[in-house]
Structure formats: C-alpha cells, structure tokens
C-alpha cells in the first residue's frame, strides 16, 4: 500500500514538472498594479502573435520594462490602472476591453509601445483616450467584433499623438477616415490601414502626415486613387484591390491608380489587382522605384519604352498574368530579380534577354514556351538561376545562353525532353545544379550518358530534389522589413 502511495505521489510530481515547464504558473496581477519593478509576460499559446513589420517593442531605444498581460486587464480601462514611470511596453490584447477613459494611459508617462488588438472597444472611442506625449507605435488591429454588423463604420475623432511613428488599424472593417492625419498624428511614418473597407475617395481629401513614408492599404475596396496626397510616399502596397489601370497623371480608365509627382517611391505592390493597362507614361514621375510587383494582374502587354526609365529598378515582378510576348528589359540595367513566371509566353527570342549586368534570378516556370531561340540570353554575367519548368520544351537551341554567365541552378522540369542531348549545356561551365524531373526521357539518364562537369548535381526523381531554404532579394538598409521573396522553383509572390 505505501509502495502505491509513494508511485503516486511521485507520478504527481513528474507531472506537475512536466506541466510547469510547459505552462509556466501565471502571476497573479492585481489592479490597480503599482510599483512595477519587472518585466511581466503571461502571453499563453493560444494568443495571437500580431505580425509587426515595424515599431517592434525589442526595437525600441531607451526601453524599460514589459508588460505582455492578455486576458488579465479590467474591462473598462481607468486613470491608474497601471501606474509606472518605467513601464515602456504594454501589451493587453485579446482583453475583452470594451472602454478606454480619457487618461487611462497617463501614469505611464514612459510608455513607447501599446498593442490593445482583438478587444472589443466601440469604434467612435477607439482613438479617444487623452492620446499620449511619449508613444512610438500603436496596434488597434482586429476590433471588430462588436460593430461587425455595422456598415457605415467612420474614424471620426482621435486625440494628439505627436510622437507616433507606426499605427496600425488593421482589419477593423474601417470605411472612411473623416479627421486630419496630418494634425493627430504629425510624427507618423508607417500606416497601416490593411483588411478595411476603404475606398480610394478618402484620399481624394484625407490629409496625411508631411512626415509619412509607408501605406499599406492591402485588402481593402479601392478601385481608384489619386497621389495627391501621396506624394511623399516611398512605399505603397494596395494589392487585393479594384484598380484597372495605371498612368502617370490622366487616366483614361476610371478605376485607375496615378503616379504624378511620386518622385519619392521606391516600392510599389499592385499584386492580385485587376490590372489590365499600364500607359506608357506611367513611370514618368516614379523614377526611383526600386521595386515594383504587378503579380495575379491581368496584363497583356506592356508597350516598348513603359519601363525604359526605370533605372534604378531591382525587383520586378510581372507572375500570373497574360503577356503573350516578353517585354522589353534592356534598360533597367540595374535589375537583379525578374519574374514572368505563369503567363502565356510561347517564345524566347533572340536577344529577349540581353545586357542585363546585374541579373541574378530569373524565373519563366508555368509558361507555355516551347522555343528558346539562339543568343536569346546574352549578357548576363550575374545570372546564377534560371526557372524554365512547366513549359512545353523539347531542346534548346545551340547557343541559347552565352558563355558570360555564371549560371548555377537551371530548372527545366515538368518540360517535354526526350534526350539529354537537347539541352546545349557544354558552354555553361558553372552549372553545379540540373533539375530534370518530370521529362519523358526515352532513355536512361546516367552520368555515363552526358558529359558535364564533376560537381554537377542532376536531379531526376521528385524524390531527389534538395529542399531549399526560401532566399530573398533584400532592400537597402533602411528599407529591409520590406525584403522581397524571389520567385524561382514555381514559388509564389505571396
């Protein structure tokens, strides 16, 4: 019996261990809490990690102390509930908080960092709260809850923030924007107004800050907008919205996205619009891109000299659309990632590739190609990766790539070759990696077969293939939140 008594006791033990280092023992908060002279973290599992391109709480200059208590707040948020000069970070999402009072903020004058996500606070009061002098960033995503059935939802009113460089609205089925950016939030560089139901007639009057940079308006219901407002912009992501067209200053279409006098752009993102135009003049203002994403558009052709003055353009891509011929590239000479990978190309002609000295990566996958012409890529010293897969090849021409590449991977998969000897690779002398699964070889492939260099790896089977770690074409230094994922191997542009 004492045998027994002792198994448990100690099987309890070894369980409660093994639960306590799982799910650390929560520390019981009483409110008002004063006196804080610790960090505090009760975030569980099941809490949503908010993803922050910016204003990172670890980010921040000069931070203290941080309080991550989800769950653990009052209801209705009073002056002093939480009274600390050396609290600089508060987390309180997914709080059922459903009032804010005026000042509740205030005995935190320190404080740089405030998430109040996934609560339940009415829409007229969401930014009324006395603002604050100190704070950084600010994350009101996913309200939404309690004004899901309203339809005319209008962010009206919001004290002064004058120090607030990143706020995020996201998801808060927002309509319109009826008070002056410029005046509450005069520091603001990042705005996050993703997943609303904005329309592009709020910027035709919405005033924004002299000081803002990024605007992400992803998801929303915006089928025109104007730059006016824009203009000192240098990122501006609206994909999956209603835009047809794209011009420079007048456009002929009436869903339409102008780009007069955005001289300061360096990123624009228009993925899974309904793009079907870009006028020719389109880029006369935005000089400076240095990334631009048309992706799940429906482009058909892009006219000689659309982009001839983009000099400055790293990143482009045109996936998922319906070009039947490739554009012209010649002059973006400073290009390192091109992706025309899933639109309806069916030949490569000679020179379609050419003088492209910094071109890294290049992706053609899910065309319906079925030629590559002699000479087609010429010129490309810094080629080191070349997506042909899922197309209708049955050889490649003699001579189709030069000797000056430095090619490594080529993925032809999924194509229609019947012999090894098809393929005219002798002259590419840095190829380390041939990805040929899913040809209908008539013979078998064996290393006796072809003649190419030692360290030459040649997949055959889906079996084989190497899983690779997802690579990225990086901005400058300023700009890296927004590294762009490169599209090789039939990834997508997500």
Request: charged share 20%; with cysteine; net charge negative.
């Amino acid at each position: 019996m004492d045998s027994t008594k002792w198994t448990i006791i100690i099987l309890v033990l070894i369980l409660n261990k093994i639960y306590t280092l799982a799910y650390p023992p929560s520390e019981k908060i009483f409110f008002p809490l004063r006196y804080v002279d610790h960090s505090i973290n009760l975030k569980c599992c099941s809490t949503k990690k908010a993803l922050l391109p910016t204003g990172k709480c670890e980010d921040m200059r000069h931070r203290d102390l941080s309080l991550t208590i989800p769950g653990a707040p009052p209801t209705n948020l009073y002056p002093g509930f939480i009274d600390s000069y050396r609290v600089s970070c508060l987390t309180i999402s997914d709080s059922l908080i459903e009032h804010i009072a005026i000042g509740a903020f205030d005995s935190m004058p320190n404080l740089l960092f405030l998430d109040i996500s996934r609560n339940r606070i009415e829409f007229c009061d969401l930014l009324i709260f006395g603002g604050h002098n100190r704070l950084i960033t600010l994350i009101i995503d996913d309200n939404n809850k309690v004004q899901s059935d309203e339809t005319n939802l209008v962010l009206a009113r919001a004290d002064c923030f004058p120090r607030l460089e990143n706020l995020y609205l996201r998801n808060n089925l927002l309509q319109d924007i009826g008070l002056s950016l410029r005046r509450t939030f005069p520091s603001l560089t990042h705005l996050y107004l993703s997943d609303n139901r904005l329309r592009g007639q709020t910027f035709d009057y919405l005033e924004l800050p002299f000081t803002l940079t990024h605007l992400h308006l992803e998801r929303n219901w915006i089928h025109r907008l104007n730059s006016r407002q824009l203009i000192n912009l240098s990122s501006l992501f609206l994909d999956g919205n209603q835009i047809q067209s794209i011009c420079w200053w007048q456009c002929q279409n009436s869903s339409h996205l102008n780009l007069y006098g955005m001289s300061r752009l360096q990123f624009l993102s228009l993925a899974r619009n309904e793009i079907t135009h870009i006028e020719c003049d389109t880029f006369e203002d935005a000089r400076y891109l240095k990334s631009l994403n048309f992706a799940h558009n429906t482009i058909e052709v892009i006219l000689p000299g659309t982009l001839d003055g983009l000099q400055e353009l790293r990143d482009l891509s045109l996936s998922y659309n319906c070009l039947k011929t490739v554009p012209d590239f010649r002059h973006i000479k400073m290009l390192t990632s091109l992706s025309i990978d899933h639109n309806y190309l069916d030949t490569i002609l000679t020179g379609a590739f050419t003088d492209l000295y910094h071109l890294k990566w290049l992706s053609l996958g899910g065309n319906h190609i079925n030629s590559i012409n002699s000479d087609a890529f010429v010129n490309l010293p810094s080629l080191e990766e070349l997506d042909l897969s899922h197309n209708r090849l049955s050889y490649l021409a003699l001579g189709w790539i030069g000797r000056s590449t430095s090619l490594r991977h080529l993925d032809i998969r999924g194509n229609s070759f019947t012999n090894i000897d098809g393929l005219f690779l002798n002259n590419v002398a840095t190829l380390t990696h041939l990805y040929l699964q899913g040809n209908p070889f008539r013979e078998v492939v064996t290393p006796a077969r072809w003649q190419f260099a030692n360290n030459l790896s040649v997949y055959l089977e889906y079996g084989s293939s190497v899983h690779r770690k997802p690579c990225y074409v990086s901005c400058d230094q300023i700009y890296m939140e927004y590294s762009i994922p490169r599209l090789t191997f039939s990834d997508e542009w997500n």
